[in-house]
């Protein structure tokens, strides 16, 4: 079998970034009968860090397609036009579309598309910037899903929400579920304390931890007020709080303004630490070290971070989302991401109970043992033979 993939996202470092590196990177290492053919940017093939044996097809574009992709779906016909060329050049029996978000259309080869959630369709004032590119990401999520073969996403909860709102069976999607990348493990140590400096801390800090995208419907304007609330209630106790995130080169729609005058607002200068986006072995110690990791999101697909953040051994504490309760329920502690009081509350018992945080960082850890990438491929592998039958 030869099978094409679209790996303009590979570099990404948004969640569905990392889902194409690591399911798809294990889909290809477990699959050596299968041909797979890399189509990708002259940026993402230049970045290098692709599996070993893929074929590559470097497309020259005007602007790189996950980045033009992101700023909502704003990428010039011409560059579509170049990719649909490019793979329509190729025998194949299947091609695969790791994320939605840079799709574009292929003739007469049978596709698997992955649609991780359905936040720009719930949420879309938080996450698309103008009417325009709201419609324009609306449509191309309608087109994907109407020619492809196979759909998979990566939650129960995100298909449940799939169904519903392109009228499917939930049975006709696939679900390919995200786990950890093997990057995020406890560190201890001279690690530790590496990582931990790269971030500007020091393991004697404690701290709260937030990391990920600074989008609006991650709700961290609202983390922002509801520590402002715990700082007056255990000042001069409180753990700092750290916000890992690019707050400067954010190619999606950025709530970075909004942060730093809350920020300011409430006087947290020295009580809020900003080191930007940070590397995967830096974000493994922050996880490590965290007095705990809070994830106060409106909306997620799958919620890799809080996977990730268990995965290094932290206490997590989670907006009561589906995805996050699938994950995670009966081991973090959940709160209200609407209801600044609630997340006050829940930083306080975790500040100030060293025994619950230790129970809840057991308990999430071992929750998120079985995840692995292993079966992400396994699935992948038979959608895309689904799909080729199909040709």
Known sequence: MRVGVDATSWTNRRGFGRFARNAVGRLVASDPATRYVFYLDELTAAAGGLPDGVEQRVVALDRPPSEAAAAGSARSIRDVARLTRAVGRDPLDAFLFPSVYTYFPVRRTPTVVGLHDTIVEDLPALTVPTRRERAAAGLKHRVAVRRAARLFTVSEASREAIAVRFGLRASSIGLVPEAPDPVFAP??????????????????????????GISPHKNVERLVEAYAALRERLAPDTPLLVLAGDLEREAYLSSAAAVLERVGRHGLADSVRLPGFVSDESLACLYSAATAVVIPSLAEGFGLPAVEAAACGAAVALSDLPPHRETLGGAALFFDPTDAAAITDTLAR???????????ARRCREAVAPLTWDRSAAELRRLLSEAARLA
Request: charged letters at 25%.
């Open 187 to 212: 560190r201890g140590g001279d690690r530790l304390v590496a990582g931990l400096r790269e971030a500007g801390l020091s393991p004697e800090q404690p701290f709260f931890l937030f990391a990920g």
């Open 350 to 360: 975790l500040a100030q109970d060293a025994a619950l945080r230790a129970d809840v």
